[in-house]
């Protein structure tokens, strides 16, 4: 069975910096594209950033320059390093390929 599983969240402070990581079983992960998105309450679901089975990243205007997201396909994981964090970036935040997703990390930015 294909499954996602996010972890790495919490609360930082704004300027701080988290890694969350995916990874995935069931599926050859190597050849995924794969997208994180985040969640805030009562807000749409937010596309943050993606790396395609290239390695090429594309990222949303509002983390450009502040978040990175790498992979290792030997080890079915895909990373989200998150720094200068703001409090705007709280959110539940998901990896998803194609319809797959995890059950989300949190991350909360507060003083």
């Known amino acids: 069975q294909e499954h996602l599983v996010e972890s790495g969240g919490g609360l930082v402070q704004p300027g701080g910096s988290l890694r969350l990581s995916c990874v995935a079983s069931?599926?050859?992960?190597?050849?995924?594209?794969v997208t994180w998105v985040r969640q805030a309450p009562g807000k749409y679901r937010e596309f943050v950033g993606a790396?395609?089975?290239?390695?090429?990243?594309r990222y949303a205007g509002s983390v450009q320059g502040r978040f990175t997201i790498s992979r290792d396909n030997a080890i079915n994981t895909v990373w989200l390093q998150m720094n200068r964090l703001k409090p705007e970036d709280t959110a539940l935040y998901f990896c998803?390929?194609?319809?797959?997703r995890g059950q989300g990390t949190q991350v909360t930015v507060s003083s």
């Open positions: 998803q390929v194609g319809d797959i």
């Open positions: 069931g599926f050859t992960f190597g050849r995924s594209f």
């Open positions: 790396i395609e089975r290239s390695g090429d990243t």
